[in-house]
């Protein structure tokens, strides 16, 4: 029994035991399209192919406690509304109590924000960047203050989260709606989003950096047979439904699953390895036992990897930006756990975090949006994408809670 966590390894660590990449990680190069039949690509009004000025981008983050003190009143901020038991909050405040009340999430934004900084004074871009989060301080608020403060009146939002569904898209848009409505600036500032980037070449690259180490490590410990484990977060059965607009007809899991599994496809056709088993897998499930989420658990099929004689696991956060608690938590700590009871040796793979590629890839969509590049010409991996800019009316919503105010939404 060996459990190994490639958490540290950099995508630049060496490969061994592999041949070189074959020649489909061309397709990884920024710029690269992927022309296919597009229910999404097709232009319309939700691509937004005039240039924009925009004068600031807003990153807009989930946030996360910094301290003991902290964890129980942002669990109430999360959850605001939504009727989630007591007993389930000290679950979840248990989780982070074992960090210190700390989440890491907050400190990989601010090294994000920094990172694109970096990236955008490399390019001769005056952008300011202001950071802002929907559940902890800095929030949303603070940060529409401080453009409008400096005088920013037309703002590009990028949300920490790649994925369409209620939860990753639209509750980000809705919170914008709302900060713009508290601090009274609704007529003041203009929000627009960037499109959802789950199948840029930006976002994906990492991916396929860290599941080619990740097999790679496995088979140095000498597992044999690998299956690997494509890890996003479970959201209910509805809003999975929902997710992406209803003309699409994406099936169950909507347009939240059809996206992942078209990464996690491309991811292993980038490293050479189609043939190599994979599944998505769910995890951080919440909710009440009697609402149907998303399935498997990436715990019970984990559990069911020995019968089918595999020995080892890869475990790609696909779901996830950064290491934070969903990460260090639920994959890092239980489910390499359950490897370790079931004898399966384990790899993490690294989340995008900084990586340069990534970094590269946002500050792509942001220029994206600038100068209103023609839908054709913007990189997407999968045949969903390029994703949309502005989102149509019903996309994403949340049937428990009904219509709320959303930016960067066409008119109803
Ligand atoms: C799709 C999705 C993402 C990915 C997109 C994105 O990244 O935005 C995500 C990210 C995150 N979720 C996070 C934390 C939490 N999510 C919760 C609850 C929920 N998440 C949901 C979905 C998602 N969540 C859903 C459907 C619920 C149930 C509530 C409801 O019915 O709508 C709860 C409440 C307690 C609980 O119910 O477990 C917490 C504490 C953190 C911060 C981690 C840190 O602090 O490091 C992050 C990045
Ligand atoms: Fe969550």
Not at 13 to 38: D, E, H, I, L, N
Not at 129 to 152: K, M, S
Not at 242 to 264: K, M, T
Not at 325 to 354: F, K
Request: negative net charge; contains cysteine.
């Amino acid at each position: 029994m060996s459990t190994v966590d490639t958490t540290e390894q950099s995508s630049s660590a060496p490969r061994r035991g592999r041949k070189p990449a074959p020649a489909t990680t061309v397709a990884m190069a920024p710029g690269a399209v992927v022309p296919a039949a597009p229910p999404a690509a097709q232009a319309g009004p939700e691509h937004v192919t005039e240039p924009v000025a925009y004068d600031a981008i807003v990153l807009a983050g989930f946030g996360g406690p910094e301290g003991q003190d902290d964890v129980l009143p942002f669990l109430r901020n999360v959850t605001a509304g939504r009727g989630i038991p007591d007993e389930r909050l000290e679950e979840v405040a248990h989780h982070y109590r074992a960090f210190g009340g700390v989440s890491p999430i907050n400190s990989h934004n601010r090294q994000l924000k920094a990172a694109l900084e970096t990236e955008l004074a490399g390019r001769g871009i005056e952008l300011p960047i202001y950071w802002g989060n929907r559940n902890w301080d800095p929030y949303l608020n603070d940060a529409l203050r401080e453009a409008d403060a400096a005088g920013h009146r037309r703002l590009l939002a990028i949300p920490t989260s790649a994925y369409s569904s209620y939860s990753s898209c639209r509750q980000y848009r809705e919170d914008l709606a709302d900060a713009l409505e508290d601090t009274g600036l609704g007529g003041v500032l203009e929000v627009d989003k960037v499109r959802q980037y789950f199948d840029h070449p930006g976002f994906v690259a990492p991916f396929v950096d860290g599941v080619a180490a990740g097999l790679a490590t496995l088979r140095e410990h000498g597992a044999s047979t690998i299956e690997v484990l494509f890890a996003t977060h479970s959201i209910p059965m509805g809003d999975a439904q929902r997710s992406g607009p209803a003309e699409l007809g994406l099936g169950d899991g909507g347009a939240y699953a059809a996206q992942h599994r078209a990464v996690a496809e491309v991811v292993m056709e980038a490293i050479g390895e189609p043939e190599t088993p994979w599944q998505l897998v769910y995890q951080s499930r919440s909710g009440p036992p009697s609402q149907p989420w998303l399935e498997p658990d990436v715990n019970d099929a984990i559990a069911e990897l020995p019968a089918k004689g595999v020995d080892g696991v890869v475990i790609v956060p696909l779901g996830f930006l950064s290491d934070h608690m969903e990460v260090a938590w639920d994959l890092d700590t239980e489910a390499m756990e359950t490897a370790a009871e079931h004898q399966i040796a384990a790899a993490r793979v690294p989340t995008p975090g900084i990586h340069p590629k990534f970094v590269a890839g946002l500050v792509d969509l942001v220029v994206e949006r600038l100068e209103g590049t023609p839908v054709a010409a913007r990189p997407a991996l999968t045949s969903l994408g390029p994703w949309y800019d502005v989102c149509r009316p019903g996309c994403c919503e949340n049937a428990r809670r009904g219509f709320r105010p959303a930016v960067a939404g066409l008119a109803p």
